[in-house]
């Protein structure tokens, strides 16, 4: 008897304290396998919960379109580094424990993460409810799970890996495939189209440009471009944010006749000047640095056969999962000093943030990747199509990318706005790089150009910081030049104001295309003979607030601006109106609206043809 026990206790110490779990050694491999099946698999359902709010709710994913094997990637390496110390700590405890199940535990923790992550895409949940039912799940699905053999879970990990092997390769080949096929179904253009070439330049405001007079050279480029076209004093842009106006300038619309939204992207029920100039036989390309409401799903990729948005990256693909939205993440993110590394990690804020961070594009990579694509024949014999191509440099929009040597270029009243003005200047010299190459190229002179602003930046004027809460000039008053040397004057300067919303029906008329199923009326009026001699244009611009946004603005109402010759009229939120003269009060620091006289002459303006 004696014998017999101590033969049974030598049996039981010289198992392996690595241990045994329901016929499952806790190994390298064992593990591998199982964060294989939950980093994958949570990716590719993460992928699916996006897709089917891209394609069927029609809703922002602010994300890459490669998201459908970045995120399983991503997740992957999450799971990896989870389980380096979730593993040592499962054996520790099994050490000490022997009645401590390390595999189910470690089953567990990774099913727990899998589910809080997937959780996570629906903010409206609160933190409470994502940690119960991720509990519930992580207990009920590790039961199932360690019932299965380690090469039954092996067997499913190398399945998903094919499985997002399959899908990376297959979406990118399919995205090129459409591409080529998109330009073979193209119908020949005229002999003599021209080239077009539409620049938007995020959130750069007319006031802080040396083409339109601030006394620091901060766009001396565009002031060189500008003395060989057209240069527009008064454009005036119908929103403060990017997607309204973006949203007008493509389809003509005023921005209120829209219906977007901060979380609505632009629908299909307007045509817009890419798909116009598709069906007159433009190969068609954007190159967008703001993903946040310029990327592919914001409704704006419609016409453009090649949409170049999200970069592929190390750094965008780490950003692929829902962990990247928590408010913590986003802080260390953009985070600039180990100052405000520590300010970050000292509010631990956990909370989710409504758009995650992306690895943003600056001006150099926008340049290189537009005149990559511009120098590569649209066709097989080696001819090229005219093409209309639409380049977003987001540079100067917050946290202002200004590279180092650029954020210490000009004086200004904070540091903000030397950043502000030093991406500004960074971003005039990356368009000098580029018109140079085109003008090498030959191109240049049979291109018309349209280099302009969505809107503009506050910096504490009214007491209002960035854009989209309040419609003042340093929101609306915007940069815009055209140069075309064949029907554009050199030199030329037009005071009167003008809307961004006509630009795409300039463009339309410069190229001859003729009549086209869009609204607005041709800025070359402004630079004909007798221009300005009628009455004063009327330009309008709009701002609604809406109920999921956060900005500190009241819910569900709209802000109106209506600019006619030198006065600005606004209608704010609460139905109170201000009227100001911007010939004499630039930064509209005085409210005339209760002058009589200032009043009748607005309305009176106002009622005159061409009035609103």
Not at 17 to 34: E, I, Q, Y
Not at 78 to 104: E, K, M, S
Not at 259 to 268: E, F, G, K, T, Y
């Amino acid at each position: 008897m004696n014998a017999s026990r101590g033969s049974d206790d030598g049996a039981s110490q010289r198992t392996p304290k690595g241990a045994m779990t329901n016929g499952t050694r806790v190994t390298v491999r064992s593990v591998v396998a199982l964060v294989a099946v939950t980093g994958l698999a949570t990716g590719l359902l993460h992928a699916l919960v996006l897709l089917w709010r891209l394609a069927i709710a029609r809703e922002f994913i602010w994300q890459s379109r490669d998201h459908i094997w970045m995120a399983p990637l991503a997740y992957l390496c999450f799971f990896l580094i989870l389980g380096v110390p979730g593993t040592a700590l499962a054996l520790l405890v099994q050490r000490r424990w022997r009645g401590f199940d390390a595999y189910h535990w470690l089953t567990a923790l990774f099913l727990f993460a899998s589910s809080v992550a997937l959780l996570l895409l629906w903010p409206r949940l609160h933190p409470a409810a994502v940690v119960l039912l991720a509990m519930g799940a992580a207990v009920r699905g590790s039961t199932i799970l360690v019932q299965r053999r380690n090469r039954d879970v092996a067997r499913v990990a190398w399945a998903l890996a094919a499985t997002v092997l399959v899908l990376g390769a297959g979406s990118r080949g399919w995205r090129a495939a459409s591409e080529r096929r998109w330009l073979a179904r193209l119908p020949e253009a005229t002999a003599d189209a021209p080239n077009i070439l539409l620049i938007i330049l995020d959130t750069v405001r007319a006031a802080s440009t040396s083409l339109h007079g601030y006394g620091q050279p901060t766009t001396p480029f565009l002031e060189r471009l500008g003395a060989d076209g057209v240069v527009f004093d008064r454009a005036i842009t119908t929103s403060p944010w990017t997607l309204p106006s973006h949203g007008s300038l493509f389809t003509g619309h005023d921005a209120d006749a829209l219906h977007v939204s901060w979380r609505v992207p632009l629908d299909a029920a307007l045509p817009t000047l890419a798909e116009v100039l598709t069906a007159r036989g433009y190969a068609t390309a954007a190159f967008v640095a703001n993903t946040y409401y310029a990327g592919h799903d914001s409704g704006l990729e419609r016409g453009f056969a090649h949409y170049d948005d999200y970069r592929t990256s190390i750094k965008q693909l780490l950003r692929s999962t829902s962990f990247s939205h928590v408010q913590l993440v986003a802080d260390l993110g953009g985070s600039r000093s180990w100052r405000a590394v520590w300010v970050a990690l000292r509010r631990h804020n956990l909370s989710r943030v409504v758009m995650p961070l992306s690895h943003r594009k600056n001006g150099a990579t926008v340049t290189d990747d537009f005149l990559r694509w511009q120098g590569q024949p649209a066709r097989k014999d080696g001819t090229v199509r005219p093409f209309f191509a639409f380049l977003n440099y987001f540079d100067a929009h917050e946290a202002y990318a200004a590279p180092p040597g650029y954020d210490s270029l000009f004086a200004a009243p904070s540091r903000k706005q030397r950043r502000y003005e030093g991406a500004i200047r960074f971003v005039d010299d990356q368009l000098a790089r580029l018109f140079d190459t085109l003008s090498a190229r030959g191109v240049l002179d049979n291109t018309i150009v349209v280099v302009t602003s969505d809107h503009g930046e506050q910096f504490g004027e009214h007491g209002k910081w960035g854009h989209g809460n309040a419609l003042f000039m340093e929101a609306l008053h915007v940069p815009l030049l055209i140069r075309y040397p064949p029907r554009v004057p050199r030199g030329a300067r037009v005071r009167q104001p003008v809307s961004l919303r006509d630009i795409g029906a300039t463009m339309a008329e410069l190229s001859g295309a003729g009549t086209i199923p869009f609204p607005g009326r041709s800025l070359s009026r402004e630079w004909n003979e007798g221009a300005g001699t009628g009455a004063p244009n009327s330009v309008a611009a709009w701002l609604t607030s809406f109920e999921d946004g956060w900005l500190p603005i009241e819910r569900q109402r709209t802000m109106r601006s209506l600019v006619v010759g030198d006065w600005h009229w606004i209608r704010n939120f609460d139905g109170s109106e201000a009227l100001h003269d911007f010939r004499r009060d630039p930064g509209e620091l005085n409210d005339v609206w209760s002058n009589a006289a200032a009043r009748a002459q607005f309305e009176s303006e106002r009622a005159a043809p061409g009035g609103q």
